[in-house]
């Protein structure tokens, strides 16, 4: 089992950043947090969850053409987090960020492959 816990959410202007971190504990399929593969998904009011951006367990990253060149997703494994740092903020950013864990090491950009969720963190982007 692994448990995620998201911070940094908050409410900025557009322009502005926030940093979101997830700290994660335990392991999945043997595979302690170097060996998962992280992803951050957000959610709008009504909507499903959508892809934002995702690091494999050797960091490789992918992104959401949506965030590209705003967003930047990055882990050390020694701390066992995951961060989510966002630039450029827009209000179409406003929404609730989750952070999922993955029992790959290789990413997704899927919902349903990802098999731990943290509780999601709210960020309000005002114009």
């Known amino acids: 089992q692994v448990q995620l816990v998201e911070s940094g959410g908050g409410l900025v202007q557009a322009g502005g950043s926030l940093r979101l971190s997830c700290a994660a504990s335990?392991?999945?399929?043997?595979?302690?947090?170097?060996?998962?593969?992280m992803g951050w998904f957000r959610q709008f009011p009504g909507k499903e969850r959508e892809f934002v951006a995702a690091?494999?367990?050797?960091?490789?990253?992918f992104y959401a053409d949506s965030v590209k060149g705003r967003f930047t997703i990055s882990r050390d494994n020694a701390e066992s987090t995951v961060y989510l740092q966002m630039n450029v903020l827009k209000p179409e950013d406003t929404a609730v960020y989750y952070c999922a864990a993955r029992s790959s090491p290789l990413e997704s950009r899927y919902p349903p492959a990802y098999d731990y969720w943290g509780q999601g963190t709210q960020v309000t982007v005002s114009s």
């Open positions: 690091i494999r367990w050797n960091s490789v990253t």
């Open positions: 335990g392991a999945a399929s043997g595979r302690t947090f170097s060996g998962l593969a």
